[in-house]
């Protein structure tokens, strides 16, 4: 499922899709995806254990950690 060669990035259009952080409260989890502003669907992207994943989704897509709101 969640692998480390990941493939390459790819696009966002950010007029359609919103990057968020998707946390779970009672276990902590939180996974890294897109949130379509049209149908609010989420499509996740990767897993995120620690702070270097989040970095690294963020440099994947040239986001900085301050504009990923979380959703619970």
Excluded: H, Q, W
């Excluded at 952080?21 to 990767?46: D, H, P, Q, Y």
């Amino acid at each position: 499922m969640f692998r480390k060669n990941r493939p390459a990035p790819l696009g966002f259009d950010r007029e359609c899709l919103r990057p968020v952080i998707r946390a779970s409260i009672c276990t902590g989890e939180r996974v890294a995806g897109f949130k379509n502003l049209r149908s609010g669907k989420f499509s996740e992207v990767m897993l995120i254990r620690s702070d270097a994943d989040l970095d690294e989704f963020c440099a994947l897509y040239g986001l900085s950690p301050g504009e990923l709101p979380t959703e619970y």
